[in-house]
């Protein structure tokens, strides 16, 4: 996920303007200062507006969060579309996937960084963030395809839809130390690990009356 703010297409309104200037604002205050160092106060005087103002759209931090979480969906969802499209899901497919997503990472840190503090925490964008790949994973077509191409029982597609809200946050927790951190020193045992589980995930499996993925 990359963390930026898109722009709205068609012409937008005074007030319109005036809440996405104060988004702007608090968005590059998170990448200079991290979310927990910025305050609402620094957000209305980065807009150039008094926090009077600014609480008239925004009545906290979490909620320009939020707002902010709305323009990353398309990009969230474009990742993912890149792995679905993979010419087949091999775990050296999936490692090539992962290898354009850490660079993806590594071109935004100071965004994903704000973006987990932020996640962390305040209750109510962890919330939204665990909405937006819930969704994804519930509209993943791979995770429909059986091998004879029909689609998955209910049950079965649900529990793989599980595994893979699951594998998104872990891979998210796992690219975070790797990136972020700089914790992780293995780093190609590590993107493998995570490519076998995405594999592992993805291709079809002939299902059976104890299959539960």
Known sequence: MIGHTTAVSGPLSRAEETRQRFVEAAVALFREHGYSATSMSQV????????????????????IVLEWMLTLRPELERIYLQLDQLAD???????????????????????????????????DVHRSRLQMCRRTAAEFPALRRAPDGSEYASGTLKARQAHMLCLMLGTERCLSSLVLHEAVPEEEYFLDALASQWSALLQPQVETSGSKI
Do not use: I
């Open 89 to 123: 899901h091999s775990p050296d497919s999936c490692r090539n996937w992962l290898t354009r997503v850490v660079a993806l990472w590594r071109a935004h840190p100071a965004e994903l960084d704000a973006m987990e503090q932020a996640t962390s925490e305040d209750s």
């Open 44 to 63: 209305a005087a980065a807009a150039g507006s008094s926090r009077a103002n600014l609480y008239l759209y925004f009545h906290s931090k979490s909620e």
